[in-house]
């Protein structure tokens, strides 16, 4: 079934953003390598492998559609972060931008009339339910640990036990 172009071009602008996400992660992940807190680190580059497999389902499915996926540009504040605290909450900060763009798309499909689309996005809901929440409850953790070093390295420790996946 033929996709409406304007829907179209927003899920192509959400593949942008996944893969956005996913560069975001790996920047993260370096700042926590860098500062040696290796199961953070781990925990972002497992993150980052997660975007890249969103981007590829919304490819997927605007292939699924008849529909030819654009990766768009792609920008990068290049920033770096310093902590722990701080590399979540900016983490947290992204996963609302995206999860912001699902419900845009989710707009977009009511308003062109595009029903087939719910299964899809609906999953796209629920992970981002999750991944916020997640990301929330370890920025929690942080801070009642409150920079004590002994309780973020076995944070540290737990965190880095994600196996990390390289996308298909």
């Known amino acids: 079934?033929?996709?409406?172009q304007k829907y179209a071009d927003a899920i192509n602008d959400q593949i942008s953003l996944e893969?956005?996400?996913?560069?975001?992660?790996?920047q993260l992940a370096a700042d926590m390598e860098a500062i040696d807190l290796t199961g953070f680190a781990q925990w972002f580059w497992a993150q980052a492998e997660e975007e890249v497999e969103h981007a590829q389902k919304f490819t997927q499915y605007l292939l699924d559609r008849d529909a030819h996926p654009v990766i768009q540009?792609?920008?990068l504040s290049g920033n770096t972060v310093d902590n722990a605290l701080d590399a979540f909450k900016a983490s947290l900060a992204h996963e609302e931008k995206v999860s912001e763009s699902i419900r845009n798309l989710y707009r977009v499909a009511d308003e062109v009339g595009d029903i087939d689309s719910r299964p899809m996005l609906h999953w796209f809901l629920d992970e981002q339910i999750e991944e916020e929440s997640t990301v929330s409850e370890i920025i929690g953790r942080l801070e009642l640990l409150d920079g004590d070093g002994s309780g973020i390295l076995s944070l540290d420790k737990q965190l880095g036990s994600r196996p990390v996946e390289a996308a298909e």
């Open 1 to 4: 079934m033929k996709i409406d």
């Open 19 to 26: 893969y956005t996400a996913s560069l975001v992660y790996r």
């Open 73 to 75: 540009t792609i920008e």
